[in-house]
T-cell receptor, first 110, second 116 residues
Framework: RKEVEQDPGPFNVPEGATVAFNCTYS??????FFWYRQDCRKEPKLLMS???SGNEDGRFTAQLNRASQYISLLIRDSKLSDSATYLC???????????FGAGTTVTVRA | GAVVSQHPSRVICKSGTSVKIECRSL??????MFWYRQFPKQSLMLMAT?????????EQGVEKDKFLINHASLTLSTLTVTSAHPEDSSFYIC????????????FGSGTQLSVL
């Protein structure tokens, strides 16, 4: 089983819609969680960290569910510029090793 | 913010040649650097972790004699793809951490390698 798994999508949504997707992780010792955004053939850029209590950054909301071992990302009022691949990243508490999910592709259409 | 410079951004080479990719941290000292490979429509796959002054740690399935990593200084790590073959064609990205336990990653802009 992969350490980090994501629904690859693609999620095709109209502008203004809400889209949400999850990322599951297998290592219960995982301690830190992040969402990165990657545009085609570019380097990933940090979108937001995921805190235990959940957190918001503008139109983006991240949640962590430790019991079920998943994190989620919700995008409200989608913009065309939100079209990208969203990678979840999990860091292990044991060795600080980073594990990347395969990415969820979101396409926002006009 | 911290910047990691990676070059070249694109390289096309003949089969059998070696290609060197550089990754530099411009305004911080990176004790740990990571090298990833990404095939089309796939995720980043960690190839190796390099710590300054010591040998790189390679992930399972990555040939250390083929992908030579040198992290000779706190601001520079290089990846050399030796005797490149068409199947080595991929997008290679480096990232750097200030310390081994620092969670913040800074990415290079990637190198698209095409082996003919």
């Amino acid at each position: 089983r992969k350490e980090v798994e994501q629904d690859p999508g693609p999620f095709n949504v109209p502008e203004g819609a809400t889209v949400a997707f999850n990322c599951t992780y297998s290592n219960s010792a995982s301690q830190s969680f992040f969402w990165y955004r990657q545009d085609c053939r570019k380097e990933p850029k940090l979108l937001m960290s995921v805190y235990s209590s959940g957190n918001e950054d503008g139109r983006f909301t991240a949640q962590l569910n430790r019991a079920s071992q998943y994190i989620s990302l919700l995008i409200r009022d989608s913009k065309l510029s939100d079209s990208a691949t969203y990678l979840c990243v999990v860091i292990s508490a044991n060795d600080y090793k980073l594990s990347f999910g395969a990415g969820t592709t979101v396409t926002v259409r006009a | 913010g911290a910047v990691v410079s990676q070059h070249p951004s694109r390289v096309i080479c003949k089969s059998g040649t070696s290609v060197k990719i550089e990754c530099r941290s411009l305004d911080f000292q990176a004790t740990t650097m990571f090298w990833y490979r990404q095939f089309p429509k796939q995720s980043l796959m960690l190839m190796a972790t390099s710590n300054e002054g010591s040998k790189a740690t390679y992930e399972q399935g990555v040939e250390k004699d083929k992908f030579l990593i040198n992290h000779a200084s706190l601001t520079l790590s290089t990846l050399t793809v030796t005797s490149a073959h068409p199947e080595d064609s991929s997008f290679y990205i480096c990232s750097a951490r200030q310390t081994a336990t620092n969670e913040k990653l800074f990415f290079g802009s990637g190198t698209q390698l095409s082996v003919l």
